[in-house]
């Protein structure tokens, strides 16, 4: 490895490791892992590289204490998983950025994941179906292996007809990608969550629909969502051993 990516690395590695620390003191442990996770990995590779003894003294101490910090973490994360306790919130802040679905949904998706249920009644306007599918996408691209997507929603009377059609859309071009989206209509459903069968369950206050319009087509964020401002809206995560169907 060249020593002229060293500096981008050790860079790297910090900005990981100060956001693992900001959210372990913010509580929002799951989130943490991740970023201990991944800034120990840099930092290793960080150490791979560094020729001088005295540095590799400094980031094998400094590895050593990420790593006993991330253990902790893990260890209280499976205790209150294990007594169905585990509750973590996260407030996005209005005008907030840097809350895409693959920031926001990150820290629950992991390899075992196979099935997920999305109970949303507004996903019926068309930048909301747009929400919806940018949500399959990003499942798509994540580190799993989706199989099903089951969505319950509302259907909309002043347009219905253009919403089953954009979800028969959306279900056709899923199944090119191996995936089944089961849709289902409720008139009377009112909550919003997400659930993982992996046992993660995620209670969105506004549902998907949580971005602003952006100003303008060629406005930034237009494309990224991480980019894109926020409505006010609190995100609640819990986790369960059994992750019951709809």
Partial sequence: M????????????????????????????QESLVCYQEGIQLLLDVL????????????????????????????????????GKYHEQIKITEDATGFSYETLFKPYIKEGLAEVWVEDPYIRH????????RFCEMLLKAKCNVKKIHLLTSQDEDSSSQQVSALAEIKQSLQTQNVCLDIKYSSTIHDREIRFDNGWIIKIGRGLDYFKKPKGRFSIGYCDYDLRQCHETTVDVFHTKHTKNM
């Fill in 126 to 133: 068309v930048h909301q179906l747009y929400n919806f599918l």
């Fill in 2 to 29: 060249s020593l002229n990516c060293l500096p981008g690395m050790e860079t790297s590695a910090i900005s990981v490791l100060k956001r693992a620390v900001e959210l372990d003191q913010s509580s929002r442990f």
């Fill in 48 to 83: 791979k590289a560094v020729k001088d003894d005295s540095k590799k003294v400094h980031y094998r101490e400094k590895i050593k204490g990420y790593m006993d910090r991330a253990e902790q973490i893990k260890d209280h994360l499976n205790k209150v998983k294990e007594e």
